[in-house]
């Protein structure tokens, strides 16, 4: 810790590199320093108060990221830190430099997002799209943003009539095809594939079967909730009687706090036969009976006692489908919710029964996956 007299003497950015590095434990932060520069006291001091008001991690890490570049587009853009509550006029700026039509640009350089402004942003790490940026990216940070100056205690021009208006005329000028999370599902036989690959007994072959089966089984689990699966979240169940075999293991998992739920409506979902045995043979083989279920495996086979980052359950897909001889860049972690859904639809399965086991809030985004996969083997798709 440091002392207040020492603090005191300390400049503001490393003042607010001090303050940042005090809720690393609970929002990790890469950039820590390059944040100092661009965040002012008071975007430090509300994420200091999210923190205390238990904000999930996933959600501080989009506010901060969205926080950053809204402050870095705002200097470059106007030469001052971000206006508290932002004009009206600041906000249509940002989505006429955001949303602009490629068309357009191509006759009228000064159309979209200015060089020097973009130049800047990209020169920072901010900008990596020579494009302009998704829609769905946009409406995502002014959604932030508008939060952001709701807990300052202020109002924004975020509903202003001018404001959807202009957002909805630039998504029709520039219509662009929807990008996946995942360019493709892991349906089941690309699950087959993947996990041929965990042949061995090898504690990393055990692990990364178990995140394989257990995150499709569960209903495809989000990488951030995998990642931090805790022994506490395991409740063992009564096996599950079938006609033509001994009786399956069952295992219940109590989600906690998620992307779409705070943790207390207590959800819970279930796993039975193969998937609970991964788990079982990786948690006795790694000796885990508390703390975080998956963990990093040192060089030399030492069982960390770390639970995994959410990207490494996307490093450890990608690996898997190299050595499956897939092309990883077709695949991400949320291939295995995609596909547990376009799965169930290929299987018949009935869509409640399946958004009970994936959790899914919306019955449009997940009856997007059975419609999808009738249309594709049906008989409209099939008249020549």
Request: proline fraction near 5%.
């Amino acid at each position: 810790m440091v002392s207040a007299r020492k603090a005191a003497s300390l400049s503001g950015i490393e003042r607010r590199a001090v303050e940042l590095d005090t809720i690393a434990s609970v929002l990790p932060i890469e950039r820590r320093d390059e944040l100092a520069e661009l965040l002012t006291d008071q975007d430090v001091e509300t994420l200091r108060h999210l923190v205390n008001e238990g904000m999930g991690a996933n959600t501080l890490r989009a506010l901060t990221s969205d926080l950053a570049y809204l402050e870095a587009w705002a200097l470059a853009a106007t030469k001052r830190s971000l206006p508290w509550p932002a004009p009206e006029a600041l906000l249509l700026k940002f989505v006429a430099q955001h949303l602009w039509d490629p068309a357009k640009r191509a006759v009228d350089p000064d159309h979209g997002m200015p060089d020097d402004i973009a130049d800047n942003l990209r020169a920072q790490g901010f900008l990596k799209s020579a494009g302009p940026h998704a829609p769905a990216t946009v409406r995502r940070r002014l959604a932030n943003w508008s939060t952001l100056t709701k807990w300052r205690g202020l109002d924004g021009a975020f509903a202003s009539p001018p404001l959807k208006s202009a957002i909805r005329l630039a998504v029709r000028a520039t219509p662009r095809k929807r990008q996946r999370k995942s360019a493709k599902a892991v349906t089941g036989d690309v699950l087959a594939k993947l996990l041929a690959t965990c042949s061995t007994d090898s504690l990393r072959d055990l692990r990364d079967r178990a995140i394989l089966m257990v995150a499709f089984a569960s209903g495809g689990r989000r990488r951030s909730e995998i990642a931090g699966l805790r022994v506490e979240q395991l409740t063992e169940e009564a096996p599950i009687e079938v006609a033509d075999g001994p009786p399956l293991p069952s295992l219940a998992i109590h989600l906690g706090r998620t992307k779409t739920t705070s943790g207390e409506e207590d959800d819970v979902v279930y796993l039975t036969g193969r998937p609970v045995e991964a788990l079982s043979a990786w948690m006795v083989e790694a000796k885990i009976d508390k703390g975080s279920v998956f963990r990093g495996i040192g060089r030399w086979g030492t069982v960390s006692r770390r639970a995994l980052d959410p990207q490494s359950i996307n490093a450890i897909l990608k690996q898997r489908a190299a050595m499956a001889g897939l092309e990883p860049g077709e695949f991400s972690a949320h291939g295995l919710r995609s596909g547990y859904l376009t799965e169930a639809a290929n299987r018949g399965l009935p869509l409640p029964e399946a958004m009970e086991q994936s959790r899914h809030r919306s019955v449009q985004q997940a009856s997007s996956y059975y419609n999808s996969a009738s249309r594709r083997t049906g008989r409209a798709a099939r008249m020549l």
